[in-house]
């Protein structure tokens, strides 16, 4: 399966980096393409928060919704997620914020 990655180092604290990404629910104010989202949570286990959001998102002409499962785990400064519907038959991804002097490193790898 294709995959993609990246990583920066940023000049946030992980906890503002790993708040800004959960806050899905804002995503159509900055998202490009996102024009709503709806989070539903689905259960807390300890520290860790799981949620299912469904994303719309607008190409041209096309529009398409899908949703995944999301695991925020503030702990391991973590966020996963699995798309469980919608037009892909594969689609997951990880976000992880390290902390890295004064800011943060942040790794992102999506597979698809």
């Not at 992980?14 to 995503?27: E, G």
């Not at 041209?60 to 995944?68: D, R, V």
Request: glycine share 6%; net charge negative.
């Amino acid at each position: 399966m294709p995959r993609l990655s990246f990583e920066r180092r940023v000049a946030h604290s992980p906890d503002q980096m790993l708040s800004l990404v959960a806050d899905m629910r804002s995503y159509p104010d900055f998202v490009p393409n996102c024009t709503a989202m709806t989070v539903r949570d689905d259960k807390t286990d300890g520290t860790r928060l799981r949620q299912l959001a469904t994303m719309t998102a607008r190409l041209g002409p096309l529009t398409q919704a899908y949703t995944s499962r999301v695991v925020t785990d503030p702990d391991a400064g973590l966020i996963t997620t699995d798309a469980i519907d919608g037009p892909f038959s594969h689609l997951s991804g990880t976000w992880q914020f390290t902390p890295d002097g004064n800011g943060t490193h942040v790794r992102v790898e999506i597979d698809f």
